[in-house]
């Protein structure tokens, strides 16, 4: 891996388009039973103005960013031998259907021990106003090769 | 961000469980996740795939994993209250076929700042009962 890729940055991308059909669908998968994620009535009883998101569906949005750090020749990550070290989520404020969120992945580090090297990246989403909305940490442990 | 459905601060204590669940994880459930996600990563659905990487076998996207953990504090904090979530993946889950993996979830309360009205929230995620997420935190914004 290219340990000089510190400091890239890509994006912004093309806006996500939260919808309500993609929360419900995402709630579905990770097991959050509140019916805010279900239904823009409850989602309004407790005070958003719309179906709101679960806490790591982020993560839809923020993988996409990622991907363009993942496949550039010039990182070089082999994505057969990734393992997804760790994760960290902070919210500015909560992810809503009707969001439309645009994104920037900084590689802020890129360090290698015992034959593997993580690379750390950093995507920030914003709204529509170029608000923050989410930022999301991710490290991915990659195995480097025989060769 | 609202305040209609925090949690309150009054009564919790340190070392209070606020929410546990046990989460059978199955390949359906792999399967659903790589759909709502978009994560298709093959080691996650594909035996061969996942052998020549390496792997004892088709293992749980550590993303499931996470997510599964969210919606246990969400549990008690209410939806869109987790202001921050963090956690390392220290231990693959492999999913059988047939079969499921049982995971575990306690939601623990590790610390409480009462002038900034948050609570941060442990979470132990197990299964067999060892460690499958290491450091896993989540800071809750209280009423």
Redesign the interface.
């Given at each position: 891996m290219n340990t000089e890729a510190v400091g890239r940055a890509y994006g912004p991308h093309e806006p996500y388009e939260v919808t309500r059909v993609?929360i419900r669908?995402?709630a579905?998968?990770?097991?959050?039973?509140?019916f805010?994620?279900l239904s823009e009535e409850a989602?309004r009883?407790?005070?958003?103005a719309d179906v709101?998101?679960?806490?790591?569906f982020a993560?839809?949005i923020a993988?996409?960013a990622e991907f363009h750090v993942v496949v550039d020749p010039e990182v070089g990550v082999d994505?057969?031998?990734v393992?997804?070290?760790?994760?960290?989520?902070?919210?500015h404020?909560?992810i809503v259907a009707g969001d439309l969120i645009s994104t920037t992945v900084h590689i802020d580090a890129i360090k290698q021990r015992a034959g593997i090297s993580f690379v750390t990246t950093r995507t920030e989403l914003a709204d529509a106003d170029g608000a923050p909305v989410s930022t999301v940490i991710s490290t991915l442990a990659v195995r480097e090769g025989d060769a | 961000m609202t305040a209609e459905n925090r949690p309150g601060l009054d009564g919790l204590e340190v070392g209070q469980v606020v929410a546990e669940r046990e989460v059978e994880v199955t390949r359906d459930t792999l399967v659903r996740y790589a759909g709502a996600s978009g994560d298709f990563n093959p080691i996650h659905y594909n035996d061969v795939v996942a052998a020549s990487a390496g792997l004892p076998g088709v293992i749980a996207h550590g993303m499931l994993t996470m997510g599964l953990a969210a919606s246990v504090v969400e549990e008690w904090a209410g939806p869109g209250n987790v202001q921050d979530l963090q956690t390392r993946f220290s231990r693959p889950i492999p999913v059988p076929n047939p079969g499921a993996a049982v995971v575990t979830f306690t939601a623990t309360v590790g610390a409480i700042d009462a002038e900034a009205r948050t609570a941060r929230i442990d979470i132990a995620a197990e299964l067999d009962g060892q460690k499958v997420l290491t450091k896993a935190q989540a800071l809750v914004s209280c009423a």
């Open positions: 993609k669908e995402f579905d998968a990770v097991d959050a039973r509140s805010a994620h989602a009883a407790e005070g958003y709101v998101a679960p806490t790591t993560v839809i993988q996409q994505f057969s031998r393992v997804h070290a760790d994760e960290r989520f902070t919210h404020r909560p | -």
